[in-house]
């Protein structure tokens, strides 16, 4: 009987990479609505995202929406800068 | 008689030193203007291709691997370069590892707009080590064959 020779798990691998090139636009997604205009929002001194929760959405508990639309360029909620420009999904 | 001569002698002067003039402006002009150089080929936009594929375990700020080697240690993260040349709106360069009877390591897409000659890197590293053997890595561009490398992992 042969003896196999078990697969190794590339499970673990991690991958990455990138271009001098730029990067090509994302392709549009189709969709039959328009799409939404995207709102943003610059902070100033003294906001936080429950501010501006409060200030988009009437609701400062909703400030998780707009930490999640911004995990890419906000990675602590509790750290924003003046100036950063945050987007701002619909609620 | 003597003051006709002299109106005939200046005359002569004003005359020589007016051809004289007009001979210089005349080269100068034609110094100042030289012939219309034959206006350049259109430059034609070059199709996007890749090059060449290299796989090395370190790049340098170019993203180019800095010393290209088909073997590797099991803790190498190791880098593939690909360069690239030719203008394109959209370009899905696609990198898939492979080890040994075909079985993937990694599959990976980067999806690039290049203007011109590009490098794009790509790079794989596992925690535990890789496991000694031959590896394979296929470079397609918007889903055809476009380079490939091979390498082995030694212990």
Request: proline residues 10%; positive net charge; charged residues 20%.
């Amino acid at each position: 009987m042969p003896d196999e020779k078990p697969k190794p798990n590339f499970g673990n691998v991690k991958s990455g990479g990138s271009s001098t090139a730029p990067a090509a636009p994302a392709s549009p997604t189709p969709t039959s609505a328009a799409p939404a205009a995207t709102r943003t929002y610059t902070v100033v001194a003294g906001d936080s995202l429950s501010k501006i929760a409060k200030k988009f959405y009437g609701e400062g508990n909703k400030w998780k929406l707009i930490f999640e639309a911004n995990r890419d360029t906000v990675k602590n909620p509790d750290l924003i800068h003046p100036g950063q420009v945050l987007k701002i999904p619909e609620a | 008689m003597f003051p006709h001569s002299l109106r005939i002698g200046s005359f002569v002067t004003v005359l020589t030193i007016g051809v004289a003039l007009t001979c210089l402006s005349g080269c100068k002009r034609s110094e100042d203007a030289p012939a219309a150089p034959a206006p350049p080929a259109a430059p034609q936009a070059q199709a996007f291709h890749v090059i060449r594929v290299d796989v090395g375990n370190a790049i340098g700020a170019d993203k180019k691997v800095t010393a290209p080697s088909a073997s590797f240690k099991p803790t190498d993260t190791i880098y593939a370069s690909v360069l690239s040349e030719g203008a394109s709106a959209k370009v899905d360069l696609s990198a898939r590892w492979t080890f040994e009877d075909g079985q993937v390591v990694n599959e990976a897409t980067q999806s690039i707009a290049p203007t011109g000659p590009a490098v794009t890197e790509f790079h794989i590293s596992k925690p535990d080590g890789w496991p000694a053997g031959k590896y394979k890595l296929e470079v397609a561009a918007n889903g055809k064959p476009a380079g490939t490398a091979e390498f082995t992992v030694t212990n």
